[in-house]
Nanobody, 124 residues
Framework: QVQLVESGGGLVQAGGSLRLSCAAS????????MGWFRQAPGKEREFVAA????????YYAESVKGRFTISRDNAKKMVYLQMNSLKPEDTAVYYC?????????????????WGQGTQVTVSS
């Protein structure tokens, strides 16, 4: 049974930073890509960032490129999302997801396990 638990969300002013963490348990963590998605109120869930099994390849949504950085620590079974220069439009519930394969993907269908989410609120 795979479990993903996010942490690190909160309230921050525009221009500030937050670091989200996701702790994984269950199947062999280092075999799978990991991703971050988000869902704002009244909107569909959208892709944010993804990282390959080794961490060598990353993939970002255009809206966060240059501001957010995804990373992973396979020894600790953790994936992180460093978010800098936050904007009010980044306000959403952020979800960690584990991929079906080992390459980073931007589509929800490429992920088969999801966390419960952590709220990020950016005030203007």
């Amino acid at each position: 049974q795979v479990q993903l638990v996010e942490s690190g969300g909160g309230l921050v002013q525009a221009g500030g930073s937050l670091r989200l963490s996701c702790a994984a348990s269950g199947r062999t963590f280092s075999n799978y890509a990991m991703g971050w998605f988000r869902q704002a109120p009244g909107k569909e869930r959208e892709f944010v960032a993804a990282i390959s099994w080794s961490g060598a390849s990353t993939y970002y949504a255009e809206s966060v490129k240059g501001r957010f950085t995804i990373s992973r620590d396979n020894a600790k079974k953790m994936v992180y999302l460093q978010m800098n220069s936050l904007k009010p439009e980044d306000t959403a519930v952020y979800y960690c997801a584990q991929g079906r394969g080992n390459s980073p993907r931007g589509r929800e269908e490429a992920y088969d396990y999801w966390g419960q989410g952590t709220q990020v609120t950016v005030s203007s």
